[in-house]
């Protein structure tokens, strides 16, 4: 009798240690956060010393890009592994729009929910606005956030005032919704009470760890800062040499620092792959509100490497060596297959665009797989605007964005940009990743390699520069 009662303790033992062999996943994403914004990418003046803390731990990456430079599609590009124009995710939703991810796309949590893992999203969502569109419905456990991005209120930039002026979009918008799961439970209705939203969030994330410590967990922790307006806690007011956007990064950090403590306190750090990240680059009009780019040209909605570079820190003690940089091309579509091959899980039956950078990580190669790299942009559009090839850059006639022909904002008020032609242009990367020179003149067969690159691109996926329809896209869920 007491061997029969052992047996199925040893068994149940065995069970969850087979369990927690399998690596934990966290993904912190920052809002707008700049390529130069931290320390381990060059920002002085703003200490970081959580985000440096993972940088020594773990590899950075100088190359890392956000598949298309604006909130939504970026979201579902890492989520989804997949461009965002393959899945109707292009551009940014706004209260009232009629589409949202379609729950049918597999995404990182549902694909780890399959492999045994308790999931949680923390922060900002911006994949659907209304139910059955929130996180629970694509694979996470828990979520407790906000539907979109903390500017989508009827409040002006100095966060307080309502909107009544009819012809400010922002009028329309409803009180900024608060979730938990399924259920609105608050609004959040001035800069005074989103300046609480990092604590929150990060508070929430440290409990879903303490919870989940004996089996594996999928934590996404999704801040919605350092998007503008800024909000930051009493606690952070006033501690930056940079003013309130340094008192926000600060805060970020801390957040930071409160998950690596609890991994440590909890015994996990060993077993949690850390990813640090952003969504895109910085939202320049605000200027003394906004990020760095890092010496990298324009910012957040353009196609221009300071809205796509992104910073891209990773941890995992024991298989990623600390300290090391690399500076292979990758995007966060090749998140989801990499997460994929760490946690044995497997792959979607649909076509994904993400590659497997594992073995780069683990120093099994110093080069990753990728070596191309679309760069799609639009709101209710879907314009191949460049092709990255190797250590060029093909851009193509388009209207783009341009934060350097106007002032930017001051003081939390937006600036005015101006929105210019640019022309065919070739850059080499590797000598002028500020994208200043031209070269298309010296090099005509590396525009002809490029150019039969981009058709491949628009048969595969469409192109409305060209009046290309794409042959292997996805349709969105439809909003009713």
């Known amino acids: 009798m007491l061997l029969l009662l052992v047996i199925p303790f040893i068994s149940s033992k065995i069970t969850a240690q087979s369990k927690s062999q399998k690596p934990n996943i966290v993904i912190i994403n920052m809002d707008d956060m700049g390529y130069g914004d931290t320390e381990p990418y060059g920002m002085t003046g703003i200490p970081t010393p959580h985000f440096n803390q993972v940088a020594k731990e773990g590899?950075?990456?100088?190359?890392?890009?956000?598949?298309?430079?604006?909130?939504?599609?970026?979201?579902?590009?890492?989520l989804t592994g997949c461009y965002p124009n393959r899945i109707g995710m292009s551009g940014v939703l706004l209260?009232?729009?009629?589409?949202?991810?379609?729950?049918?796309?597999?995404?990182?949590?549902?694909l780890l929910k399959k492999s045994g893992y308790k999931t949680a999203n923390y922060g900002?969502?911006?994949?659907?606005?209304?139910?059955?569109?929130?996180p629970t419905n694509y694979g996470f456990d828990e979520f407790f956030g906000i539907p979109y991005s903390h500017d989508v209120w009827p409040i002006d930039y100095d966060g307080y005032s309502l909107v009544t002026d009819p012809k400010d979009l922002r009028s329309t918008f409803p009180p900024l919704p608060l979730i938990s799961n399924t259920t609105v439970i608050d609004t959040i209705r001035n800069i005074k009470e989103a300046s609480k939203l990092t604590t929150l969030f990060t508070e929430k994330a440290v409990g879903f760890i303490k919870k989940n410590k004996k089996q594996p967990f999928f934590l996404y922790l999704t801040h919605p800062l350092p998007h503008a307006p800024?909000?930051?806690?009493?606690?952070?007011?006033?501690?930056?040499?940079?003013?309130?956007?340094g008192d926000v990064i600060m805060e970020i950090d801390w957040s930071i620092g409160e998950i690596l403590k609890t991994l440590d306190q909890e015994g996990l750090t060993k077993n949690t792959v850390v990813i640090v990240t952003s969504d895109n680059g910085p939202w320049l009009f605000f200027g003394d509100n906004a990020g760095s780019s890092g010496g990298y040209r324009e910012g957040k909605s353009t196609t221009w490497e300071g809205g796509t570079r992104v910073p891209f820190l990773i941890r995992w003690p024991g298989k990623i060596e600390a300290g090391t940089v690399n500076g292979s091309l990758m995007t966060n579509?090749?998140?989801l297959p990499t997460i994929a091959d760490i946690t044995k899980s497997a792959l979607p039956e649909n076509k994904i665009d993400g590659l497997d950078f594992l073995s780069l990580l683990t120093g099994k190669t110093n080069k990753g797989p990728r070596d191309t790299f679309y760069y799609y942009f639009g709101v209710g559009s879907n314009n191949l605007e460049a092709i990255r090839y190797k250590h060029w850059k093909l851009v193509f006639p388009h209207k783009s964005t341009s934060y350097n022909k106007n002032l930017t904002g001051k003081g939390g008020l937006r600036g005015k940009g101006a929105v210019v032609e640019v022309p065919l242009a070739l850059y080499d990367l590797a000598h002028d990743p500020g994208e200043v020179r031209d070269v298309q003149?010296?090099?005509?067969?590396?525009?002809?390699?490029?150019?039969?690159?981009?058709?491949?691109?628009?048969?595969?996926?469409?192109d409305d520069l060209t009046n290309k329809v794409g042959k292997n896209v996805r349709k969105p869920a439809i909003v009713e």
């Open 59 to 78: 590899m950075r990456l100088t190359n890392f890009n956000s598949a298309q430079a604006i909130c939504t599609a970026s979201r579902a590009a890492l």
């Open 95 to 110: 209260p009232g729009a009629k589409h949202a991810l379609n729950p049918k796309e597999e995404t990182i949590a549902s």
């Open 124 to 134: 900002k969502w911006h994949l659907g606005n209304n139910l059955p569109y929130w």
């Open 230 to 245: 800024l909000a930051v806690s009493d606690k952070f007011k006033g501690k930056s040499e940079l003013g309130l956007f």
């Open 333 to 335: 579509m090749d998140l």
């Open 441 to 462: 003149e010296l090099y005509p067969e590396i525009v002809a390699e490029i150019q039969k690159i981009a058709e491949t691109a628009r048969e595969d996926l469409g």
